[in-house]
C-alpha cells in the first residue's frame, strides 16, 4: 500500500516562503508506483480544497485561482516526492495541507480522483 509524509510546514510571517514536500513510499516493488500528485487544504472552518496537482509525467500542472503564480508544484523522482513551493503567503493561506495520490498518472483537480492521502501538515501564516 501506498503511503504519503509530508514535511515543510510551520510558521511564516505574511509575505514569507515555505515549501511542502511528499514523500511516497511502497511497501513492495510489485505494489502499483505513483501516479499524479497533488496537494489540498482546509483552513478552519471550511471544507477542505484543491491546491495543485502534477501528472506522473511533471508535464501537466494545476493550480487553484487562489494560489495561481504564488505557488509551484513540481515531481522528483529520484526520491519520489512531489513538492509545494509557496511564495507571497497570506494568513488566507492558513490551514492543513494533505498529499494525495493516485495511480493514474493524469492530473486531476477532484479529491475523489485520489485514493491515498497523508496525515496533513499545519501551514500558518501570521499577519
Known amino acids: 500500500q501506498l503511503q504519503l509524509v509530508e514535511s515543510g510546514g510551520g510558521l511564516v510571517q505574511a509575505g514569507g516562503s515555505l515549501t511542502l514536500s511528499c514523500s511516497a513510499s511502497r511497501r513492495s516493488t510489485s505494489e502499483p508506483s505513483v501516479g499524479a500528485m497533488a496537494w489540498f487544504r482546509r483552513a478552519p472552518g471550511k471544507k477542505r480544497e484543491f491546491v495543485a496537482s502534477?501528472?506522473?509525467?511533471?508535464?501537466?500542472?494545476y493550480y487553484a485561482d487562489s494560489v495561481e503564480g504564488r505557488f509551484t508544484i513540481s515531481r522528483q523522482y529520484a526520491d519520489n516526492t512531489a513538492s509545494l513551493e509557496m511564495h507571497s503567503l497570506t494568513p488566507e493561506d492558513t490551514a492543513v495541507y494533505f498529499c494525495?495520490?493516485?495511480?493514474?498518472?493524469?492530473?486531476?483537480?477532484?479529491?475523489?480522483?485520489?485514493?491515498?492521502w497523508g496525515q496533513g501538515i499545519q501551514v500558518t501564516v501570521s499577519s
Open positions: 502534477v501528472s506522473w509525467s511533471g508535464s501537466v500542472m
Open positions: 494525495a495520490a493516485r495511480i493514474n498518472p493524469a492530473a486531476t483537480m477532484s479529491s475523489s480522483s485520489y485514493d491515498t
